[in-house]
């Protein structure tokens, strides 16, 4: 469907159309530009207009990175460790994480996607105890990830954090998927999570 939407654009289409058949947020758009992900150029009364056609691609790409992400996962382990799905496209923070998990909590089973759309994916292979999900993603924003997963059935037992540089200000749009879930603002991720993880995985 999401490719019907898309053939149906224009050549050359606004960030809020490429936002609105893509399902994402205007600002993951926005940085999809910024990070080069989508070819576009601002008209001389300063409007950003993004070519159809790399949007076509980018949308080929993650299609593709989807279904060949179920064949990339360990398979699990007869003592049925615990698993904990980190959606981080920065390098950098899931190093972090990663670190964190692993002396805090070595009985865990980590697993990583940089991408909304893998994300999803490994989400519904792994049924992982815990996600820890960024907000701002390419494929997938984080806000429209997590409403995807706390309206579905198969995921009522997954427990969510939210992992964010945004302040809470910054957070006010996401607000429809965010109620009730624990937010861990970057800045404050070492201090924060550990505590967030332990009572996440005691209730799981």
């Known amino acids: 469907m999401t490719?019907?939407?898309?053939?149906?654009?224009?050549?050359?289409?606004s960030t809020r159309e490429v936002a609105?058949?893509?399902?994402?947020?205007?600002?993951?758009?926005?940085?999809m530009v910024d990070r080069g992900e989508?070819?576009?150029?601002?008209?001389?009364?300063?409007?950003?207009?993004?070519?159809r056609a790399s949007v076509q691609q980018w949308l080929t790409q993650r299609s593709d990175l989807a279904s060949t992400a179920p064949s990339t996962i360990p398979t699990q382990t007869p003592?049925?460790?615990?698993?904990?799905?980190?959606?981080?496209?920065?390098?950098h923070f899931q190093h972090l994480v990663r670190m964190l998990?692993?002396?805090?909590?070595?009985q865990v089973d980590v697993h990583v996607?940089?991408?909304?759309?893998?994300?999803?994916?490994?989400?519904?292979?792994?049924?992982?105890?815990?996600?820890?999900?960024?907000?701002?993603?390419?494929?997938?924003d984080g806000a429209t990830l997590i409403s995807r997963l706390r309206n579905h059935p198969q995921?009522?037992?997954?427990r969510l954090i939210v992992v964010t540089s945004l302040d809470e200000?910054?957070?006010?749009?996401?607000?429809?998927a965010l109620c009730d879930l624990p937010v861990v603002h970057k800045p404050r991720l070492v201090q924060e999570l550990p505590a967030h993880i332990q009572q996440a995985l005691a209730l799981a």
């Open 38 to 51: 989508l070819q576009a150029w601002k008209t001389p009364g300063g409007h950003r207009r993004i070519a």
């Open 101 to 106: 998990l692993e002396h805090d909590f070595p």
């Open 113 to 140: 996607a940089e991408d909304g759309i893998v994300g999803l994916a490994m989400a519904g292979l792994l049924q992982p105890q815990l996600l820890l999900v960024d907000i701002l993603l390419p494929g997938i």
């Open 169 to 176: 200000a910054q957070r006010a749009p996401y607000a429809f």
């Open 3 to 13: 490719f019907a939407l898309v053939n149906a654009l224009a050549e050359e289409c």
């Open 79 to 91: 003592r049925e460790r615990p698993k904990v799905l980190l959606i981080e496209d920065s390098v």
């Open 20 to 31: 609105k058949v893509l399902g994402l947020a205007v600002r993951s758009v926005q940085l």
């Open 155 to 158: 995921f009522q037992n997954t």
